[in-house]
């Protein structure tokens, strides 16, 4: 009979170095949400036509379930309404000792992380969201 493994609806706090100016200290905080096959279906326009940059930024964005953010020492409230505004801006930043190597033949090339990129990979690792 096959057991279900238990896993945590929230992942636990994963800090994002980023390569930004945008925060101080450069360092996001959150708690993401696990991110299945179908999230990115959920994004996709209805007439086939798959914009896959707006896409990747919906399913990132809908994946972060908690953070730390703060504006002038005030806790930011995590609301829906404005969840896209505030993240948008840092989700193109580079994180900081996450690269992604491309060959190319006998060249190899180390290209930069987005933020983006970083949350829907951590979102789909499983591992991250089971409990110990």
Known sequence: MGAIKAREQLS?????ELETD???????????RPI????????MHVDGGV????ALL????????????TENGKPIPMV??????TLRPIMAESVKGRDTIVRTGD??????????????????????????
């Open 12 to 16: 636990p706090w994963v800090e994002y």
């Open 22 to 32: 945008q925060l101080d200290p450069p360092v996001l905080r959150v708690r993401l």
């Open 36 to 43: 299945d096959p179908f999230a990115m279906a959920d994004v």
């Open 51 to 54: 914009r896959v940059g707006q």
């Open 58 to 69: 919906e399913v990132a964005v809908n994946a972060v379930a908690e953070w730390d953010l």
């Open 80 to 85: 829906e309404a404005t969840k896209l505004a």
């Open 107 to 132: 060249v190899e090339e180390h290209i930069p992380t987005l933020l983006a990129i970083a949350i829907f990979e951590d979102g789909r690792d499983k591992k991250l969201f089971l409990k110990n």
